[in-house]
């Protein structure tokens, strides 16, 4: 069982920064895929990146690539999301999320999410 937690959302004007944080319990962090997502109010949830077990590979979806990183540390169980140049069509609430596999249909671990706002 992995528990998720994410802070570090807010409001930020267009052309901000944000920085998000998920920390996982457990020992077994470096194990899981990590992928964060996000669910803008009336659409549905859509992939943001994703990053392999010891960060090595990482993956972005077209709409954030160039603007966010996707990191993690697996000595402190936590992965981040460096969210740079921001959009208001970035507002939304953004969930980590793990799985063991590599492109995962559907992850086994959730977040509750945390909403960021950009105004514009």
């Known amino acids: 069982q992995v528990q998720l937690v994410e802070s570090g959302g807010g409001l930020v004007q267009a052309g901000g920064s944000l920085r998000l944080s998920c920390a996982a319990s457990g020992r077994t962090f470096s194990r899981y895929v990590m992928g964060w997502f996000r669910q803008a109010p009336g659409k549905e949830r859509e992939f943001v990146a994703v990053i392999s077990w010891n960060g090595g590979t990482t993956y972005y979806a077209d709409s954030v690539k160039g603007r966010f990183t996707i990191s993690r540390d697996n000595a402190k169980n936590t992965v981040y999301l460096q969210m740079n140049s921001l959009k208001p069509e970035d507002t939304a609430v953004y969930y980590c999320?793990?799985?063991?596999?590599?492109?995962?249909?559907?992850?086994?671990?959730w977040g509750q999410g945390t909403q960021v706002t950009v105004s514009s």
């Open positions: 999320a793990a799985d063991r596999t590599w492109a995962a249909d559907e992850y086994d671990y």
